[in-house]
């Protein structure tokens, strides 16, 4: 009795000291804090020139807005909306702040005095609104549509909200050109300036804007009556004004009623001129007090075919330093930023607060200088990210499929074919081999497709190799030297700003724009599932060092939450609750803790304090600085308990979506059925892994707690569970091939 009250009151004091370093480590995050600049402007100027890409920046027609470039800062802008990429959404989500959808109602914008449908525009804004709209402003006649389909999405969303913004706060907003072509009103760039009543307090959207032209889409803008109003809306005022360029647009739309020669003979034609209209606005502008924005908002349809969705953006004034790259608290990834982050950067620099819904954030100017121009520094960035997205579906596809057909064929030899067991435990090992070679693959050349696939081969048959040859000389069981590679290399990567996550095949993806920074789903079920296999093995291995090594996990597995959870770590919540779920279970039953109701309850209420501590940590910082788990909280706690909910039923709509059609859910699918199977198939042989792998059978217990916890609390909670399970079901798999071996040679 006096041993166990012993050990007891051990692993007592060991667990208080543990807790004691994770409150503690909490403090240490605010270090991570910075201060973002508050730097004011007079006015804030967007020029559009839609449907160009960076290979534009690399021909010499756009010399003027190239020059530009070197005297601010620069990014690539991720343009996703509520639907797709199209110039209906993009438009919309500009002047939203989040993530907005449109319809064909957006291109209705119009001056007051101009004729539609048999009526004068102002008349019939007030037939549908019932408000009269002030003489000299610019309508959106779809204000009423557009307010109510963009209501009806899960997230906040509110058409109009940047001009609501600055009109509430009194500055006037304005608007200048169109897209237009024969028979067709093109005047998105109303739905960017509107306010939520659809009104804009100046511009100029007719068609007195333009001139008639012997060219694809017949009109040109006239740029220097662009410059005329230009001139007289800052003389009336005007904080925020909005100037469409059009002509890109318009030769965009009509591209397929002329020849080729044409069409590309006067697209240069355009570019040019657009590129000296920007020259000329420039000339005009005060740099000291004025902000000057170059915005994309849509790539062309060729460019999406090509995977080619980011586009140019460059900001020039108070706050952009010259030749630095553009970032800002949405992607805290240098030159990358979103489209939802332009409304912020209006409202920060006329002296506003953010608005409450809008999913953006300020830009800021990234703290690295690229040797190269910022511009030929976006364009290699860009290449690669294409190169890698293009990449990611066939390799990802090719490794679920090895994954299936090692695990199925392992079945098939522990029932039928016992002999094959030593020439199916090195797929095994590849299996779990490949999360860890493609977090490395970023520091290999990526050229093409076709290199990355013979470099991710290569690496990981490396990386299984050296496990093996660990085997052979110091004895060590392969699949544990796989489960310490794997989850060093990713919490040195997490402490390392996840540099090799963000550019991983495994990782995510600026192009798809889920998520920028921190851990993702993926690694972050690597994480859990190789930290707890590679510890609980190694504390089945090295007996002689338990008692430390069980001491040992207790502090990875802390350091391990906190990497998850930390603003300027991981910052993934659901990560957070999988991780404090499976490693708190798996540290309870190495230290003898047995399992009662009270038991999993006090589990579930450190889960929920560890949660809401880093929460309420991010809550405390500056908004442009927080993480999107301070954001969502913010937003909850703004909205309600009403968004909470929503946000609930938008995950679980995702999972549901992901196990239908990701492949994936095949992984997480066969993974849970061969672990069910395993309990009760060959009979005995589970029971015989408990017994003499104790240690390592709760490590097993945990991996699938934190694969159902990770399902659970995640948005692709079907890929969190199916990588988590990479490092469940396989070992588990290569221990039954052990044990069913003829001479029983096997130890770990």
Same mark, same amino acid.
């Given at each position: ?276 209209? @920007? ?36 900001? %020039? ?112 090992? @590849? ?22 696939? @013979? ?6 048959? %490396? ?129 003898? @803790? ?114 159902? %916890? ?39």
């Amino acid at each position: 009795m006096g041993g166990s009250y012993l050990g007891y009151s051990f692993w007592q004091k060991i667990f208080a000291g543990l807790l004691c370093i994770f409150i503690l480590s909490i403090g240490t995050m605010a270090q991570a804090a910075g201060t973002a600049d508050n730097v004011r402007a007079a006015r804030v100027v967007l020029v559009l020139i839609d449907k160009l890409n960076t290979q534009d920046y690399e021909t010499n027609h756009l010399r003027n807005i190239k020059a530009l470039a070197e005297r601010g800062s620069v990014g690539l802008l991720n343009n996703n909306t509520g639907g797709g990429i199209y110039s209906e959404h993009t438009y919309l989500t500009i002047g939203g702040g989040a993530h907005l959808i449109g319809a064909g109602d957006a291109y209705n914008g119009f001056n007051t005095y101009e004729y539609v449908m048999d009526t004068s525009a102002d008349y019939e804004y007030y037939r549908r609104t019932g408000w009269q709209a002030p003489e000299g402003s610019v309508i959106q006649l779809g204000i009423g549509k557009l307010t109510r389909i963009n209501e009806e999405l899960t997230h906040p969303a509110i058409a109009g909200a940047l001009g609501q913004a600055l009109h509430e706060a009194g500055l006037k907003t304005a608007v200048l050109g169109n897209a237009d072509t024969p028979g067709f009103p093109r005047r998105l760039a109303t739905n960017i300036t509107m306010d939520r009543q659809g009104l804009t307090d100046f511009g100029c959207v007719d068609g007195s804007i333009v001139e008639e032209k012997a060219v694809l889409g017949s009109y040109r803008t006239n740029f220097t009556e662009v410059l005329k109003k230009f001139a007289e809306y800052r003389k009336n005022g005007a904080s925020f004004i909005v100037i469409e360029t059009g002509d890109a647009t318009r030769i965009n739309e009509e591209k397929d009623n002329g020849t080729d020669a044409a069409y590309a003979r006067q697209r240069a034609e355009t570019l040019s001129g657009i590129d000296r209209f @920007v020259g000329d606005l420039v000339n005009q502008m005060d740099f000291s007090k004025e902000i000057l924005l170059v915005v994309t908002p849509t790539p062309t349809a060729e460019a999406l075919k090509k995977n080619n969705n980011l586009t140019p953006i460059i900001a %020039v004034g108070p706050g952009f330093q010259p030749g630095s790259l553009l970032t800002s608290g949405t992607t805290k990834r240098h030159g990358i930023v979103m489209n939802t982050d332009i409304a912020p950067t209006v409202l920060k620099h006329l002296g506003q607060e953010a608005v409450v819904g809008m999913s953006g954030r300020p830009l800021l100017v990234s703290d690295i200088k690229p040797e190269e121009t910022g511009l030929g520094y976006l364009t290699n960035l860009n290449k690669q990210l294409i190169t890698t997205y293009q990449a990611r579906p066939p390799l990802q596809s090719a490794y679920v499929l090895l994954q299936l057909i090692v695990l199925f064929t392992a079945m098939y030899g522990i029932f039928f074919k016992r002999h094959m067991a030593e020439f199916i435990k090195p797929f095994l090992l @590849v299996v779990m081999a490949v999360p860890l070679a493609e977090l490395l693959m970023p520091l290999l050349p990526r050229h093409s497709v076709a290199v990355m696939a @013979v470099m991710l081969v290569v690496t990981t048959l %490396v990386i299984a190799g050296a496990a093996v040859l660990v085997n052979r000389k110091l004895g060590l069981d392969p699949f544990i030297f796989i489960c310490i590679a794997s989850a060093g290399t990713i919490l040195t990567d997490l402490l390392n700003a996840s540099y090799l996550q963000k550019q991983s095949l495994l990782g995510y993806d600026p192009i798809v724009g889920a998520r920028f920074y921190g851990i993702g789903n993926e690694y972050m079920g690597v994480l859990i599932g190789s930290v707890i296999v590679g510890t609980t093995a190694a504390i089945q291995y090295w007996a002689k060092w338990r008692r430390q090594l069980i001491a040992a996990s207790g502090i990875l597995f802390l350091f391990t939450v906190y990497a998850m959870a930390a603003p300027n770590l991981g910052t993934n919540v659901g990560g957070t609750i999988a991780a404090s779920s499976a490693l708190l279970v798996t540290f309870l039953l190495l230290i003898g @803790v047995r399992f009662r109701l009270r038991t999993v309850l006090l589990v579930c209420v450190a889960v929920v304090l560890a949660a809401v501590g880093f929460i309420a940590f991010d809550l405390s910082r500056p908004p442009d600085l927080r993480s999107h788990m301070g954001t969502m909280a913010s937003l909850i706690l703004n909205a309600g308990p009403g968004q909470a909910l929503e946000i609930v039923q938008r995950k679980w709509a995702m999972n549901m979506k992901l196990l239908n059609y990701s492949v994936w859910s095949r992984v997480l699918l066969a993974s849970l059925a061969i672990l069910a199977l395993l309990f009760y198939r060959p009979r005995g042989v589970m029971e015989n892994i408990r017994v003499k792998y104790p240690y390592l059978f709760k490590g097993f217990v945990g991996v699938v707690t934190g694969a159902l %916890v990770a399902f659970a609390f995640n948005d692709s909670g079907v890929v969190a569970a199916a990588t988590t399970l990479i490092f469940g079901a396989p070992p588990l798999v290569y221990l039954v091939l052990s044990e069913q071996r003829t001479d029983g040679k096997h130890t770990i």
